[in-house]
T-cell receptor
């Protein structure tokens, strides 16, 4: 069964550094998402992306965050200047249609020191 | 904020049916009921969803009350691998799912 894959599985970075989290969505999917989960807390929506533009974003997704689909297969989340509070699991998800189930990757654990 | 209410935790014996309730008394007519689960720290996994009618797939059954104000997810024969946090979410589509705290289901031998 096709899967959403995320790399790296664990990323350690220093505060203030830029980090790029990578995702390969399922190949025929058109809608892409990023969620995050701070340890012990809820899964939180960050952003949705369709037709090469952001469809919706949450309050968390401020100017420090950006998303890009640089080619036909990858979907990236960039954090420009990481803060300690950005430490979390970041999950990418994709779906073929707006009302179809989301398929999530297994996440990237980001640790900011 | 999540528009659903779920028990914090539940236990179930292996091989028995696990019935996970969810209240969504403010659900709108165009909103679906989605169920996802999260095993340990893995990504959420889709289980099932429905609008009005009861639904069944290879993983579970979803029973939605006639007034749509509550639903129950049924895992017919729970196994140890079903130990997870189960999330009930109501939304018109999957554009922006709001996850609550879910129900932590512990399946014991």
């Amino acid at each position: 069964e096709p899967e959403v894959t995320q790399t790296p599985s664990h990323q350690v970075t220093q505060m203030g550094q830029e980090v790029i989290l990578r995702c390969v969505p399922i190949s025929n999917h058109l809608y892409f998402y990023w969620y995050r989960q701070i340890l012990g807390q809820k899964v939180e929506f960050l952003v949705s992306f369709y037709n090469n533009e952001i469809s919706e974003k949450s309050e968390i997704f401020d100017d420090q965050f950006s998303v890009e689909r640089p080619d036909g297969s990858n979907f990236t989340l960039k954090i420009r200047s990481t803060k300690l509070e950005d430490s979390a699991m970041y999950f990418c998800a994709s779906t073929a249609y707006r009302d179809s189930p989301l398929h999530f990757g297994n996440g990237t654990r980001l640790t900011v020191t | 904020d999540a528009k659903t209410t779920q028990p914090t935790s539940m236990d179930c014996a292996e091989g028995r049916a696990a019935n996970l309730p969810c209240n969504h008394s403010t659900i709108s007519g165009n909103e679906y009921v989605y169920w996802y689960r999260q095993i340990h720290s893995q990504g959420p996994q889709y289980i099932i969803h429905g609008l009005k009618n009861n639904e069944t797939n290879e993983m579970a059954s979803l029973i939605i009350t006639e007034d749509r104000k509550s639903s129950t997810l049924i895992l017919p024969h729970a196994t140890l691998r079903d130990t997870a946090v189960y999330y009930c979410i109501v939304a018109p589509n999957t554009d922006k799912l709001i996850f609550g705290t879910g129900t932590r289901l512990q399946v014991f031998p």
